[in-house]
């Protein structure tokens, strides 16, 4: 054999060897392709009842539930604080509004201080209507309704014959609300029967 027929050979073997090697590399190509289409496949199929899943997915739930629960208290603390705000300066005020009325219940018994009266109801009356536009509220207690522990303090008890026990028999300071708030219950004496003294 000449020497060219012998490299063409060597040649025709070598390609052929190429061949071979790239189609070995190409069914190994097709193999991991299928490999990686069979684990897709796999998670689809298997990992819906994967307990990993499940409880990764509980676990996102609650972090959500957590968050809007977070979100809502931030909204009514908010809501709260923007309602009752001016709490504070009107419980400072309230003993003013006090005073003001326990100086008219007494020049009113006075003659001379009749002008001076008209006066101070008037700033009296608009000092109430300023407060309650910001909220504030005389809780409305009657003589004779039943006493009611949410908007009235009892102070002591005193016996009446004309009333039923448990009522309000005498105002001592007026209550105040803010909004739905009590501020300040009404100080009353309550009603009790009349001891029979043999």
């Known amino acids: 054999m000449s020497d060219e027929k012998k490299q063409e050979q060597v040649s025709c073997e070598q390609e052929e060897k190429i061949e071979v090697e790239q189609e070995k590399q190409t069914k190994e190509k097709e193999e991991e392709i299928d490999i990686e289409k069979l684990k897709e496949l796999c998670k689809e199929k298997i990992c819906p009842e994967c307990p990993v899943k499940k409880e990764m997915e ?110 309000v028999s005498t105002v001592m300071q007026k209550g105040y609300k803010i909004k739905d708030r009590v501020l300040r219950p009404a100080k009353v004496m309550v009603s009790k029967k009349q001891e029979n003294n043999n």
């Open 58 to 167: 509980q676990e996102m739930l609650r972090v959500k539930a957590d968050a809007d629960n977070f979100r809502k208290r931030m909204e009514r603390e908010k809501e709260n604080f923007c309602k009752y705000a001016t709490e504070k300066v009107l419980e400072d005020i309230v003993p003013v509004i006090d005073n003001l009325e326990l100086g008219l219940e007494h020049a009113k018994k006075v003659e001379a201080c009749k002008d001076i009266v008209e006066g101070i109801e008037m700033t009296l009356n608009i000092l109430l209507n300023t407060l309650k536009n910001h909220g504030l509220e005389q809780i409305k207690t009657e003589i004779g309704e039943p006493f009611d522990p949410n908007y009235h303090e009892a102070m002591a008890q005193q016996e009446r014959e004309d009333m039923e026990p448990g009522m």
